[in-house]
């Protein structure tokens, strides 16, 4: 099976067509405004009518209201919710869509709560911990964290480029990886060059 790419914060329509060339699976919208690669939904619209059918369209929210969140569902009815903040399961199964989970993990993490809690999400996302940032970091974390802890599929973020994508690949569940700062010219600006090589090399690549 392939490994699963995501590329998030995309945020221009030069960025979006390089990935359109590409082979990724899902592309990534953020929509929380304090976020630097924050996206108005109206200009999400604008950019998935260029997106074929294939590609997963994902749209990211922080601790939303549960009426913007319904609204911009609404507005893009192929896409599907990324919860990257503090929201429960019960907050995420709402919208009766499915979903994506993100968690940033540190050595606190109940990882056997996430695995109860989210056992129904579409997939996990483990990222780095950071106070101030809910992602975007460009940070790797401890991936000893993750090792055999967790039954949920499952993608790693943080940091993640061409030289260290293969220790996340190689742990059990682990289904792909979430791609944003570290293949960036500068926030919600890709580097194009970085966005190829990693996807290149990520699909040639086999446990």
């Given amino acids: 099976m392939n490994n699963f790419i995501k590329v998030c914060g995309i945020t221009n329509l030069d960025d979006l067509e390089l990935l359109t060339t590409l082979d990724v699976d899902a592309v990534g919208f953020n929509l929380y405004q304090k976020s630097k690669r924050f996206i108005d939904i109206h200009h999400v619209k604008k950019l998935v009518e260029k997106l074929p059918e294939k590609y997963l ?4 929210f922080v601790n939303h209201e549960k009426e913007f969140v319904s609204d911009c ?15 429960s399961r019960e907050y995420c199964e709402r919208f009766e869509k499915e979903y994506i989970k993100a968690i940033r993990i540190n050595s606190d993490t109940d990882l056997e709560k996430i695995n109860d ?3 129904d999400a579409k997939m996990l996302i483990f990222d780095s911990f950071d106070e101030q940032e809910y992602g975007g970091t460009g940070r790797t974390f401890d991936l000893n964290l993750l090792e055999d802890k967790v039954r949920v ?3 790693v973020a943080g940091g993640i480029n061409e030289s260290n994508f293969q220790s996340s690949l190689k ?19 890709k580097d194009h060059s970085k966005v ?9 690549f086999h446990v």
């Fill in 153 to 155: 599929p499952y993608l």
């Fill in 73 to 87: 569902l609404k507005q893009i009815p192929n896409a599907i919710p990324q919860f990257h903040g503090d929201e």
């Fill in 57 to 60: 369209i994902v749209l990211i």
């Fill in 196 to 204: 190829k090589n990693l996807v290149e090399k990520v699909r040639s």
């Fill in 117 to 119: 809690d989210f056992k």
């Fill in 171 to 189: 742990l059990e569940n682990c289904i792909g990886i979430d791609v944003c700062s570290s293949v960036e010219e500068e926030p919600g600006i």
